[in-house]
């Protein structure tokens, strides 16, 4: 099994930031404009790319407000299935440090290589749409 | 309904309807050799012909699960070699 891990500070309180990965309106301003979350658990989350021609159904796994989410793979690309996200917060109340986890890859392919880079160039989408309010989402449609 | 093809695992039936509808672009025939009903499962073998990317005849498995007269949970089986470039991923187009 293959995790990949990744870190970043943002100058945000922890309410702020666990509503950019936990709800709909929060995953529209940083990662795909087609998003839908059933913010409970055991609910249901769609992220949608290019007029869907990829989709990743998730269902959520586990939500500690302000402080933790995971959400599981049930459909999309075979690589994905299976995986998890996992999203954990740690804060001050000002600051806070968003720890992200995609663990669950069967063998680190090529795919998989281009997804943590990826994931990288997101982690710091999310970090200035949190910061400055503006979404500004890596697909539109 | 959960249908789990070779390329991708659909969730529910409009997801894999809509890429069925899809994929019988290529598809210029379906023939049905033979179903093998056991209780609340069949299998299922088929010959598709395709026009492309490949032209080629393809026989294909179907496992089919059961439940109250609607189908629950499909597993397709087939060489999938000739098709695998139609849902190749290049490393840019990953999303996340």
Known sequence: MVDLTHQVPIDAPAARVYAAVTTAAGNRGWWTADSTVDEKVGGSAEFGFEKRAVVFHMRIDRLVPDRELVMSCHGGPPEWQGTTLRWRIDSDGKQSILRFTHGGWKELTDYCAGCNSMWGRLMYRLKDFVEGGKPDPQWRE | ?96
């Open chain 2, 1 to 96: 309904m959960v249908f789990a093809g070779l390329f991708e695992t659909y969730p529910n039936a409009d997801a894999y309807i809509a890429t069925f509808t899809q994929l019988l672009q290529i598809v210029t025939r379906l023939e049905i050799k033979t179903i093998i009903g056991e209780g609340d499962q069949a299998a299922i073998f088929m010959e598709m012909v395709t026009s492309a990317p490949v032209e080629a005849t393809t026989l294909v498995a179907e496992w089919h699960q059961v439940r109250n007269g609607r189908i629950v949970h499909a597993r397709s089986a087939f060489d999938g070699r000739p098709f695998a470039a139609m849902f190749a991923r290049p490393q840019e187009h990953t999303h996340g």
